[in-house]
């Protein structure tokens, strides 16, 4: 609705709506109120209604862009003052209807201006608080890439107060995270990629970013980002993925251990009782096929145990025992595998190796085999040097395994105890030593730690309490 008129003035009323109507103006006059009035542009109400003062309220607070006057006998002085000027203006009777009708036409014009101003206004305000209201970071980029805006969602999700990111340049968020430049000029697609938060935490996010359509006066804003946190998401497909995984490997090792172990039992009955014949008869060439024998059948019975274990851990047996025969059994089981790569294995502090401490043999002794024979495999390829150390105190054994190897590569290093995660070619490694061997290591109360060796390589170090193991649940 453009001009509404509400008065029952027969004389002065109709003048104005001529003088209206000549401009072409949309106008509306009732000469009682009604309630199905639409909001207006401008409104005139005749003083002699008795609720004239309750429905200009009503419309400065509803439709505030909205122009009102009142008509009524008297002068304009008369009926002038603070209360009145701000809500509504007075038109004396008798009036000049064609000036008073310019004057209602200009002030539509102008109410038509304000109604538009305060929509965009109130649009911009609801756009802002639904930026700021959303759980996901919603980060504006100028043409450098640099942060211009940023909302609660992205304070929450990587932890920079606005003062702290504006301005600052988008790579803040890919701070030691692997080259995959997540800050690069963008494509109009969403990605998955790793970012750092301000505490240096890293997390997995959906991002998608593409060029603003359209240009502000006065705004540098040339890219619009969108990222969601989806870590937990990402650890849950990942377990997802392990879970099934193990339960095919539970399957495959439940066959296996059956085919397996029935024939590895008559393997060992013959080499006992080759090794008797050979003791009788003082065979020592026999006695070592013997024992070369009982030695291959320990590794692949240990080999069916470390995938047993892997998809269905067995609680943990533990026995006050040295530490030595453990050892020697496991370096017994690699020390081939390190000859035939043209490795050198050497161990070093050898006298705290004698030491009785609470532990699994077989447990333990798999835990060693699969930290050695990654240590070998890695010195074969550069160095050819494995150095395995026994320490002790009086409260824990420390068993460090270093290599000359390569190191650890890089996009392996968050991985490194996720079963099935291997940089090895197929055919040469199952990935799930380290997995099995974080696993044995906290079944004895203790930690498996890997690292950067100095000059080159890893150092891998097994640390477990002298005293009585953990016990699996």
Not at 383 to 408: N, Y
Not at 421 to 446: D, S
């Amino acid at each position: 609705m453009g001009i509404l008129i509400v008065s029952s003035d027969q004389e002065a009323i109709p003048l104005l709506c001529s003088a209206l109507g000549r401009r072409n103006a949309a106008y509306t006059w009732n000469q009682a109120p009604s309630d199905s009035d639409s909001a207006p542009l401008v409104a005139v109400f005749d003083q002699e209604l008795s609720d004239h003062q309750a429905r200009i309220a009503d419309l400065a607070r509803h439709s505030p862009w909205c122009r009102c006057y009142v008509i009524g006998p008297g002068t304009a002085t008369e009926h002038s003052g603070p209360e009145r000027a701000r809500t509504a203006q007075f038109i004396a009777k008798p009036f000049d209807a064609a000036f008073v009708a310019q004057r209602l036409v200009r002030d539509a014009e102008l109410a038509t201006l304000e109604r538009g101003r305060r929509t965009v206004e109130t649009r911009a305000d609801e756009l802002a608080l639904l930026v700021q209201s959303t759980f996901e970071a919603i980060i504006g980029l100028d043409r450098d890439m640099r942060i211009v805006s940023w909302n609660n969602g992205a304070t929450r999700t990587y932890g920079f107060t606005p003062e702290a990111a504006l301005g600052a340049h988008v790579s803040i968020l890919t701070e030691g995270v692997d080259p995959g430049s997540s800050h690069r000029r963008p494509e109009r697609r969403a990605s998955q990629t790793t970012r750092c938060r301000a505490d240096g935490k890293q997390i997995e996010v959906l991002v998608s970013r593409s060029r603003v359509n359209g240009e502000v006066p006065g705004s540098t804003l040339e890219y619009a980002e969108v990222s969601l946190d989806i870590t937990a998401q990402a650890v849950l497909e990942r377990d997802l993925l392990q879970s099934q995984q193990l339960a095919t490997l539970g399957r495959i090792s439940a066959t296996m251990s059956h085919e397996i172990n029935n024939p590895l039992a008559v393997i060992r009955s013959c080499a006992a009782w080759l090794k008797d014949f050979a003791d009788q008869s003082s065979n020592d060439e026999l006695r070592e096929t013997a024992d070369d024998l009982e030695l291959a059948s320990e590794r692949i019975a240990g080999f069916v145990d470390q995938m047993c274990g892997l998809a269905r851990r067995a609680p943990v047996e533990t026995t006050r025992a040295p530490l030595s025969k453990t050892l020697e059994s496991a370096l017994r089981m690699v020390r081939p595998r390190a000859i035939n790569r043209g490795v050198s294995l050497s161990v070093l502090g050898a006298h705290d190796s004698t030491l009785d401490v609470e532990h699994d043999p077989s447990r333990l002794s798999q835990a060693i085999i699969n930290i050695v024979a990654n240590a070998i495999d890695a010195a074969a390829e550069r160095g050819r040097g494995v150095w395995v150390k026994i320490a002790s105190t009086t409260s824990h054994v420390r068993i460090e395994v270093e290599d000359s190897g390569p190191g650890i590569a890089k996009e392996m290093q968050s991985r490194l105890f996720e079963a099935f995660a291997t940089t090895k070619p197929a055919g040469h490694g199952t990935g799930i030593g380290l997995a099995l061997t974080r696993e044995v290591m906290a079944e004895h109360g203790g930690e498996i730690h890997l690292s950067a060796r100095e000059g080159g390589g890893t150092v891998a170090v097994l640390e477990f309490p002298v005293g009585q193991a953990r016990r699996s649940p």
